[in-house]
């Protein structure tokens, strides 16, 4: 990612002839300077994807007038696009359990500067994590979750999201299963990390069910949360090899490991407008 300030154009329409030549056109008529261009036809669903980074110095239009300039465009092509600008940080709100791993390493990053986002608020259906989440300065929220209260705990989740003004929302092993509504509320920008290497052993406890199986890797899942549990577009995902003499716990704390790169990972590829996504598949531009 650039370290100046740019925009970033991503779309994707219906592939056809004209797409590279009309975004081009565009981009190089308001004298933008292109610092990174990526694209992807998709042969078996005819489908076109493009991103573009563009010094923001360099255009001649500020992002409002980029928007106003470039709808005729994104009209006669049929495209599904944004814009965004580096300048205004993403705020992602996490929501954790009683696991700390992913908590502890997203803090960090953020901490280093290593996430370029604001954090307004961390969720959390236990107070454990109260004392370590207001050290960093950051707003802590417990939210219980019973099986009794789950509508009204899932309001008051969405409501602070909603308040805090967030863009994304991160699972960062939020032992919870979302309602629906919120899944269809906020689709695709809901990022969840699955400790297994989906679509094998979805569900409760995969470290057991792969050790069960006697399988030689296993792995973590950053995906979008949908209605269909352990179901949403894949972002990222990595493995470890492991062999008979690894135990239950040791494909767990090998497991944590991978967890953690691969959420901070997939997080980074959401923020930095990096994946597209089509149906239940994604187009990820590292």
């Keep these: 990612m650039s370290l100046k300030r740019h925009f970033t154009l991503t779309l994707s329409c219906p592939d056809q002839i004209g797409i590279v030549a009309a975004v081009s056109d565009f981009l190089a008529k308001h004298h933008g300077w292109i610092t990174e261009s990526s694209n992807h036809a998709d042969e078996e669903n005819q489908r076109f994807f493009m991103r573009q980074e563009i010094l923001a110095d360099s255009f001649q239009l500020d992002l409002c007038g980029f928007c106003d300039a470039f709808a005729p465009i994104a009209r006669r092509f049929g495209m599904d696009w944004r814009v965004a600008d580096s300048a205004q940080k993403k705020r992602v709100v996490i929501l954790v359990s009683k696991l700390e791993h992913c908590l502890y390493d997203l803090l960090a990053r953020w901490k280093a500067g290593e996430l370029e986002v604001e954090i307004p608020c961390v969720i959390s259906n236990h107070d454990t994590f109260r004392d370590l989440v207001e050290w960093h300065g950051i707003t802590f929220h417990h939210v219980p979750v019973t099986p009794d209260n789950k509508a009204g705990a899932y309001a008051r989740v969405a409501h602070l999201f909603d308040e805090a003004r967030a863009d994304v929302m991160v699972l960062a092993r939020y032992m919870q ?28 406890k995969p470290y057991h069910q792969a050790y069960q199986r006697g399988v030689k890797l296993i792995g973590a899942t950053c995906h979008y949360v949908t209605e269909e549990l352990d179901e949403g577009p894949i972002i990222d995902q990595d493995v470890i090899r492991i062999d008979h003499s690894d135990s239950i716990p040791d494909l767990v704390r090998y497991g ?31």
């Design 177 to 204: 299963v979302l309602s629906p509504d919120m899944c269809r509320d906020y689709a695709g920008r809901i990022i969840n990390i699955h400790h297994s290497f989906l679509p094998a052993f979805s569900g409760g």
């Design 256 to 286: 944590r490991d991978i967890e953690k790169t691969v959420l901070a990972r997939g997080l980074r590829y959401h923020l930095e407008d990096r994946v597209l996504t089509h149906g239940n598949r994604t187009v990820v531009f590292r």
